[in-house]
């Protein structure tokens, strides 16, 4: 598992790294990711929006910043992610906020599907969902992890997959109307929990 870590890790990426990735990727017409295609674009080019009307525009809480100023020992936060997960793009500029508080917590990206074998070491519910945060201590060992979304929108898909079988368009619209109006708030919540 260490080596897997330690391979990830020197193929991640800073988030600067990752939004110019993405965005020259978009340029060529492509997204992230091993496969191609018209929608994964697509949905590739609402979340390079979506991230960029998020970095400009997430709060971080004053009891947020407080409790991420008090890590004092160094952390790294590997994150497996692709441009086109409108999970990721929801999360991803709330997690990069959180770790900018702390010169301590250094946030790496990775693609998923080029880091298969790490991703399958974190699945979740047996599934290659992300976003995935990894949160290792300066020994590169595994403190705790976290996604592939909010606690409060990983009940709301559970319980519609209870109840319908499987997510829908209108489920994953309604998802990203909850992700809109609560502004990064539970997965600040989610984060501070994993820092107890």
């Not at 990830?8 to 110019?20: G, M």
């Not at 086109?84 to 946030?107: H, M, R």
């Not at 992300?130 to 595994?142: C, F, Q």
């Not at 109840?163 to 209108?170: F, I, N, Q, R, V």
Request: glycine share 4%; aromatic share 6%; net charge neutral.
């Amino acid at each position: 598992m260490k080596e897997i870590i330690e391979s990830s890790l020197q193929k991640a990426i800073s988030y600067p790294e990752y939004r110019t990735l993405v965005k020259e990727l978009l340029e060529q017409g492509k997204s992230t990711g091993l496969t191609q295609s018209d929608a994964l674009l697509n949905y590739s080019l609402l979340n390079d929006k979506r991230m960029k009307r998020l970095d400009k525009t997430i709060k971080i809480s004053e009891e947020t910043i407080a409790k991420v100023k008090d890590v004092k020992e160094p952390q790294t936060w590997l994150v497996l992610t692709e441009g086109w997960c409108g999970d990721a793009a929801q999360n991803l500029p709330v997690i990069n906020k959180i770790a900018e508080e702390n010169p301590n917590i250094q946030l790496k990206l990775v693609l998923r599907d080029e880091n298969l074998e790490l991703m399958d070491k974190f699945l979740t519910n047996g599934g290659r969902s992300i976003p995935k945060l990894i949160a290792l201590d300066k020994e590169n060992e595994v403190v705790n992890t976290w996604g592939p979304r909010p606690s409060i929108a990983t009940k709301m898909v559970a319980d519609y997959k209870t109840e319908h079988g499987s997510l829908d368009a209108d489920f994953k619209k309604d998802l990203q109307v909850w992700y809109n109006k609560n502004k990064g708030n539970n997965v600040q919540e989610d984060i501070l929990s994993l820092l107890k």
